[in-house]
């Protein structure tokens, strides 16, 4: 497995390898990868996998909790056609599902550590969930921990696609409108995985067209975000995500 873990990645600039390289538990014929970042320590990492048609591969990882999202095509997973953009989580020691690629797909796999307070998740089972049946709502009515300033600045809807209440982790879908933007710069105390699947976004001044992706470990300070012509984001938190401000006129 890659030792490589980065900040920001230009998704684009990563070489497709076939999937037993970098990924223990995604192997045969038919299935590449990018790794996005991999901790060796924990065993948590976040990768793009590539499924050519009518190619099989598992889903769920049962050592811990892991999340898949179809960024593109079409599969079918216990007899039920899926198409893009569609979710599932897996939680630690769930059933592993099988799915089949009908065209060429791309998946998101996200496979998490335990939390800062040394909490495993406990987010529930979703299974195939229909994102573009979800409504987009206030992002407030998502998460409480924003800055009201930060909040009216980014003008951002959101659509929740899971949650923890216990541990106050949640993965969901960030809608930006253009020209949206907050210069505040602070941190999290849990960790955050940003993977931008529509548009144009900046964060720490790296700005990425669609794809790019952002990995901020508990702690680390980022900001600085805008968009020009609008983004569409996938947000996973592993904790409560409160903002703790720092300048970061830095």
Request: net charge negative; hydrophobic share 35%; charged share 25%.
């Amino acid at each position: 497995m890659s030792t490589n873990v980065k900040f920001a990645v230009d998704v684009d600039s990563l070489e497709w390898e076939p999937a037993t390289r970098i990924l223990d538990d995604h192997q045969g014929d038919g299935i590449s990868a990018k790794m996005l970042r991999s901790n060796p320590a924990t065993g948590g990492y976040a990768a793009l996998v590539r499924l050519m048609p009518e190619t099989t591969a598992g889903l769920g990882d049962r050592g811990s909790e892991s999340e898949q999202f179809l960024v593109e095509g079409t599969v079918v997973e216990s007899g039920r056609v899926r198409h893009a953009p569609a979710y599932w989580l897996h939680p630690p020691g769930g059933e592993r599902r099988e799915i089949r690629a009908e065209t060429t797909a791309t998946l998101l796999l996200i496979s998490s550590r335990p939390t800062a307070e040394g909490k495993e998740p406990g987010r529930p089972s979703v299974t195939g969930l229909d994102v573009d049946a979800l409504e987009w709502r206030p992002v407030s009515e998502i998460t409480p921990y924003y800055p009201q300033e930060s909040l009216d600045r980014i003008r951002a809807f959101a659509k929740l696609l899971s949650q923890d209440p216990e541990t106050g982790a949640f993965t969901c879908l960030i809608k930006l409108p253009p020209g949206a933007g907050d210069p505040a710069y602070g941190y999290h105390p849990c960790d955050q995985d940003t993977y931008l699947l529509d548009g144009d976004f900046t964060m720490n001044r790296e700005m990425f067209h669609a794809p790019g992706y952002w990995f901020c470990a508990a702690g680390t300070v980022h900001g600085g975000s805008s968009t020009e012509g609008g983004a569409i984001l996938l947000e996973r938190f592993t904790g409560p995500c409160e903002l703790t401000l720092v300048d970061g006129s830095n």
